[in-house]
């Protein structure tokens, strides 16, 4: 990303709309910018999935816990925020909670000491369990609030606020001639609900349809676009 981190211009790569008053990047690493207060948010690394997995003997690959934290160094180091909010799932089971995995967290966290960073916990938070309190991650329950925005993992209205959750992984579907499908992860933005699509590399995705007042920005080949409908 050319675009400095402090500036309120959209990176070429990124898209930026209006949201609750403010501008907000969307961005083609599956995170959110909020320029004016510096703030990303996340949603739904699951981070040990794969773990999780082959600890019931499924045939997995390894690395996707390495190669999220990766993706979030190079989001950290671009961006510069002030503060990180995890949009629930930080951790995907308690059978994530292996030596190894909390060794590259701890050495992540150690990358980036000076930047806060806030969980509100997920369902699958319930069941991992916190992280560490040695990493600095406060951990809150939902909803949190952040200026005009409500922090949530599930979507969900609120009285006041603009809500910006997870949970479902949302995800559409273009087609082309015939049978040819193509589903791409998105961002979905209902009237005073935003979902952002799941970080995490090893995660599904639920589809969404257009709605009314409904819209939905799809995620692919290192860019971000909106699509007007999906039926």
Do not use: Y
Not at 83 to 93: E, I, K, R, S, T
Not at 147 to 154: E, L, N, Q, R
């Amino acid at each position: 990303m050319s675009t400095p981190p402090n500036s309120n211009t959209c990176a070429p790569a990124s898209l930026a709309i209006t949201c609750a008053g403010e501008t907000l990047w969307l961005l083609p690493d599956r995170a959110l910018w909020w320029p004016a207060r510096r703030v990303l948010w996340v949603a739904d690394l699951h981070l040990g999935k794969a773990a999780a997995f082959r600890a019931l003997g499924q045939p997995v690959p390894g690395g996707t816990t390495q190669e999220n934290l990766l993706r979030l160094d190079r989001l950290l180091l671009a961006l510069a925020p002030r503060q990180v909010v995890f949009l629930g799932d930080f951790l995907h089971a308690a059978a994530s909670r292996t030596a190894s995995i909390f060794e590259a967290l701890h050495g992540w966290r150690a990358r980036h000491a000076g930047v806060a960073m806030v969980l509100v916990r997920g369902n699958h938070d319930k069941r991992a369990g916190d992280p560490p309190p040695s990493l600095g991650i406060e951990v809150v329950t939902e909803p949190w609030l952040l200026g005009p925005f409500a922090a949530c993992h599930h979507p969900q209205t609120h009285a006041t606020h603009h809500v910006l959750a997870g949970h479902v992984h949302p995800a559409l579907e273009l087609r082309g001639v015939g049978r040819d499908r193509l589903r791409l992860a998105c961002f979905c933005f209902d009237p005073g609900v935003g979902v952002l699509p799941a970080f995490g590399e090893f995660t599904g995705g639920w589809r969404v349809d257009g709605a009314e007042g409904r819209r939905l920005f799809a995620v692919g080949g290192d860019g971000v676009w909106e699509v007007p409908f999906v039926g």
